[in-house]
């Protein structure tokens, strides 16, 4: 195996990837990248310069120059600075949700975060979330998730995701939201949201999240990746 391995977990919102994704890299003890705070960090950034969404140019350019860090607390949280302030929780709101879906549809963003997201790769591996990292930030990565589940209970999952973190959530607008994240991630022209032609896909629909990381830790098993 050239390299460190590579575990992505892609899938549309609300399946659970992120939760997936950072359970595995504490259990293997790898690194984790969470390509959609990235997406979310962009949106936030133009929000807090008066960008207007609609404006390409101007969040590539921020995606470009973004000063952001992750880190993880003692209490296992991670954590997620832009220019030396604490964003984890503003970052986290449905109305940046909406910002990110839309700036992620924009091919001089996707450029500009590309090499970003190629960096967080390392010994001794790394377990990557998003919507595209199977099929196009790394291509070559050994073992590829698609999570997913369906949009009933993604709208469930997040809305208890929002309660449990204070912020205000309305179930049947997480409905609506989701179908139309859905409806703009899969029809943008570039890097649409759909599964590797070699990932496997879990249905989490049923499945406790134990059981699907137990699940993805097979596989990996199977591919002697650890």
């Given at each position: 195996?050239?390299?460190?391995?590579?575990i992505?977990?892609?899938?549309?919102?609300?399946?659970?990837?992120?939760?997936?994704?950072?359970?595995?890299?504490?259990?293997?003890?790898?690194?984790?990248?969470?390509s959609g705070a990235l997406?979310?960090?962009?949106?936030?950034?133009?929000?807090?310069?008066g960008?207007?969404?609609?404006?390409?140019?101007?969040?590539?350019y921020?995606?470009?120059?973004?000063?952001?860090r992750?880190?993880?607390?003692?209490?296992?949280?991670?954590?997620?600075?832009?220019?030396?302030?604490?964003?984890?929780?503003?970052?986290?709101?449905?109305?940046?949700?909406?910002g990110?879906?839309?700036?992620?549809?924009?091919?001089?963003?996707?450029?500009a975060?590309?090499?970003?997201?190629?960096a967080?790769?390392?010994?001794?591996g790394?377990?990557?979330?998003?919507?595209?990292?199977?099929?196009?930030?790394?291509?070559?990565?050994?073992?590829?998730?698609?999570l997913t589940?369906s949009?009933?209970?993604r709208?469930?999952?997040?809305?208890?995701?929002?309660k449990q973190?204070?912020?205000?959530?309305?179930?049947?607008?997480?409905?609506?939201?989701?179908?139309?994240?859905?409806?703009?991630?899969?029809?943008?022209?570039?890097?649409?949201?759909?599964?590797a032609d070699d990932?496997?896909v879990?249905?989490?629909?049923?499945?406790?999240?134990?059981?699907?990381?137990?699940?993805?830790?097979?596989?990996?098993a199977?591919?002697?990746?650890?």
């Open positions: 195996m050239a390299g460190a391995p590579i992505t977990v892609d899938g549309p919102s609300g399946s659970g990837k992120g939760t997936i994704s950072r359970r595995l890299a504490r259990q293997l003890g790898w690194r984790w990248l969470d997406y979310r960090l962009v949106a936030y950034a133009g929000r807090q310069r960008l207007a969404i609609s404006d390409a140019a101007g969040h590539a921020l995606a470009l120059h973004l000063d952001v992750f880190d993880e607390g003692s209490d296992g949280v991670e954590r997620i600075w832009l220019d030396g302030v604490e964003v984890s929780v503003a970052i986290r709101g449905e109305d940046i949700g909406k990110a879906s839309v700036v992620a549809a924009m091919p001089e963003v996707r450029a975060l590309l090499e970003r997201q190629r967080f790769a390392g010994a001794p790394l377990v990557a979330d998003g919507r595209d990292m199977g099929s196009v930030v790394f291509p070559a990565a050994e073992l590829k998730i698609y589940a949009a009933r209970e709208a469930l999952r997040r809305h208890k995701q929002l973190k204070g912020l205000s959530a309305n179930l049947a607008a997480l409905s609506l939201e989701i179908a139309e994240r859905d409806r703009r991630d899969m029809d943008r022209p570039i890097a649409p949201l759909k599964p990932a496997v879990v249905d989490s629909t049923s499945m406790t999240i134990d059981a699907v990381v137990e699940r993805v830790l097979q596989l990996a199977a591919r002697r990746l650890f």
